[in-house]
């Protein structure tokens, strides 16, 4: 009888998820393809099991490949009030849009949830979907929302903006913790965490196998898709559907001219993978309505990208880029390549770090050795700076074999050293931190991208792994 009733109650919940997805396809369909990437597993052990009940997981949560809830959840919330089902379906679906379940790895996680739900909230009133199912206690959220930007002097309530104002200020941190039930749709249990055999046990509790995908890989390739969508939409009618207006194409400019600047150092090359972007639905389609089993177009089996096996980063440890502001640099680009597609699975990575001479040099050939490297970091050197002894021991590098395809070097520095004469043999890029001091000028054989000083610096993992 038991199990005739979860199976009734299942069936109820999904014929309900499935209303709400449809419901949200049809009025704003540039949703569609992430909206119908998100399957539902109904959670059974829920209430029954100590561990899982000690976490309180009787709510909605995602990893980016489904979404995880208890059916009784849906069932009883769409009952008692079927505009919260739905917000709270686009609150999962922002939440992965803006990629926050998988930006980072390492953080203060009471402050990143925050930050997040208060991101996400901001920008469903933005777009006005959350004026289409309006909740009681919308003039309240509107308040703390206001609230908070006004805090943080982050106007547009960006999830980032807001995290890095939240770790400078416990007190602040505490007071928008007392009211942010009035923001809380979903449970973040499934996102990265440090712990990550917390992460394996739910997973695998739910029936998935995500430690196997890297669904922030493909989010980041859903938001385009949504963004060139909407963007197609907008040119034909105006605002577009229902007046919604995501900007996803520009969320965090820092990252994005780091992503488009490790791009141009990646060479394009063939991967096993199914094509979905050549894909034809059309005759696929056809050919299993006209013979029942027999599709007339499979998906190409492989697909270009561009990619990077060998790589080098230096780091210069000269007296203004030490401690916070070098971990913190690490521990972004580990964030950029787990959640990017430009770095093959197993890589040749070396990083040096490096003041007037090269100090060390430290392989890495998987994100798993790049995430350790990142954690237990020692800061060597502190005098000055003379980026010739990094270029000569590259060159070295490739002679050598150690390198056979080095795609280029990348340099972590304040900028205030003395360059080499004549261009290296392998592409280079300075990434800078802006501060004080002006940007100098670089040679016209290398690129650079110029990062903020104070939000690398908060990035420090030793500064914002620390509890609330």
């Not at 402050?111 to 909230?121: G, I, P, Q, S, Y």
């Not at 992503?259 to 894909?279: C, P, S, W, Y």
């Not at 197993?346 to 954690?375: A, F, G, P, W």
């Not at 520095?413 to 004080?436: M, N, W």
């Amino acid at each position: 009888m038991e199990e005739d009733r979860e199976q009734r109650e299942e069936k109820l919940a999904s014929e309900i998820l499935a209303f709400v997805r449809d419901s949200v396809a049809a009025q704003h369909p540039y949703l569609n393809r992430a909206l119908f990437r998100m399957p539902v597993v109904f959670r059974r052990d829920t209430r029954s099991d100590k561990a899982l009940q000690k976490e309180n997981t009787f709510g909605p949560a995602t990893e980016g490949k489904q979404i995880v809830l208890p059916a009784a959840w849906a069932v009883e919330t769409f009952a008692g009030n079927e505009n919260l089902v739905f917000r709270t379906y686009l609150h999962l679906l922002f939440h992965c849009l803006y990629l926050h379940p998988f930006q980072y790895s390492m953080l203060n996680l009471h402050a990143w949830d925050l930050a997040a739900d208060l991101a996400v909230e901001r920008r469903l009133f933005e777009n006005g979907l959350a004026q289409e199912w309006p909740l009681v206690s919308d003039e309240e959220e509107k308040e703390l929302l206001e609230q908070a930007a006004s805090d943080t002097q982050a106007g547009d309530l960006q999830a980032e903006k807001v995290y890095h104002a939240l770790v400078r200020d416990d007190r602040l941190t505490e007071l928008l913790l007392a009211q942010s039930a009035l923001i809380r749709r979903d449970l973040h249990y499934l996102w990265l965490s440090e712990d990550k055999n917390v992460r394996i046990r739910y997973t695998n509790k739910a029936g998935m196998q995500s430690e196997n995908m890297d669904p922030g890989k493909q989010w980041n390739e859903v938001r385009s898709s949504v963004a060139m969508l909407q963007d197609a939409a907008k040119s034909r009618h105006g605002k577009g559907s229902g007046n919604a207006q995501f900007h996803l194409r520009n969320l965090y400019p820092d990252d994005r001219q780091y992503r488009d600047l490790l791009d141009r150092f990646a060479r394009v090359t063939e991967e096993v993978h199914v094509n979905m972007d050549e894909f034809d639905y059309i005759y696929y389609t056809y050919g299993m309505s006209l013979y029942g089993n027999i599709p007339l177009i499979e998906p190409l089996e492989y697909r270009e990208a561009r990619k990077i096996r060998d790589f080098c980063i230096a780091i210069d440890t000269s007296g203004s880029c030490q401690g916070s502001v070098v971990r913190g640099f690490l521990h972004r680009t580990y964030s950029i390549i787990r959640n990017s597609d430009v770095f093959f699975r197993r890589m040749n990575l070396h990083i040096l770090q490096c003041d007037c001479e090269v100090l060390s040099d430290r392989k890495i050939t998987s994100l798993e050795e790049l995430d350790d490297y990142c954690r237990d970091i020692e800061i060597k050197g502190a005098g000055g700076t003379d980026f010739r002894p990094v270029f000569d021991y590259v060159e070295d590098l490739k002679r050598t074999g150690e390198f056979t395809d080095l795609r280029g070097l990348l340099y972590f520095t304040d900028g205030i050293g003395t360059y080499p004469e004549k261009a290296p043999s392998f592409q280079t890029g300075f990434v800078f931190l802006k501060g004080k001091q002006e940007i100098p000028e670089i040679p016209a054989w290398a690129c650079r991208i110029v990062l903020d000083r104070d939000t690398v610096r908060q990035d420090d993992p030793r500064k914002t792994n620390q509890e609330i």
